[in-house]
Every structure is written in C-alpha cells, then in structure tokens.
C-alpha cells in the first residue's frame, strides 16, 4: 500500500504491516518517506486514542497542511480496541490517496 501526493509517494508498506482504524489506514513510522513530513500546531485529542499530532505533508513542489496524522503516545487502553500497538503509525487524509 502506498500513500500518494501527486504522485509521490509518502509512505509505503505491506499491507500486513498497516493498522486500520476508523476507517484510516495507518502506516508504521519506518515506512514514511523522510523529509516529506513536517510536525504542525494543530491541537486535538480523541476521547479514546488521545493526543494526536498533525503533519503538513510535501512532495517538493506543493504541501498539504494537516495531511497526516499520528498518535505518538495513544492511551494505553485504546490497544486493546485496536488490537494492538499503533504509537507513531501516520494515517493520511486531506488531497492524499491510499492506493494498492
């Protein structure tokens, strides 16, 4: 599976090695591609995953501000709905596509 902004590829995994939650599929951190990702202030918190981190996602010529999104620390309980341990794991959304 691959996570795609006009045509780059943002991350890239198994599809065994991806989590889906909600809907969102979550890659695991090993598989983003590095320097397309940039940390952003936007603040939220989910009542059963806790504090989320926000990405402004890249490809070199354009940038998508609150593309991706992570839960670095998820509340430990939340693994167990989840069926197991996604701390870091990205989800894309906003003009990114997950593809085969």
Do not use: H
């Not at 989590?19 to 599929?25: A, V």
Request: glycine share 8%; net charge negative; proline share 5%.
């Amino acid at each position: 599976m691959k996570a795609v902004l006009n045509g780059t590829i943002v991350a890239e995994a198994a599809l065994e090695d991806l989590i889906k939650i909600e809907g969102n599929w979550y890659f695991p951190p090993s598989s983003i591609t590095a320097g397309l990702l940039t940390a952003t202030d936007t603040a939220y918190t989910c009542s059963w995953k806790g504090e989320c981190q926000y990405f402004t996602v890249t490809d070199g010529t354009s940038s998508v501000t609150d593309g991706a999104f992570s839960y670095p620390t998820p509340t430990p309980s939340s693994f167990d709905r989840v069926g197991q341990d996604y701390s870091g794991y990205v989800a894309f959304w906003k003009d990114l596509k997950v593809i085969d």
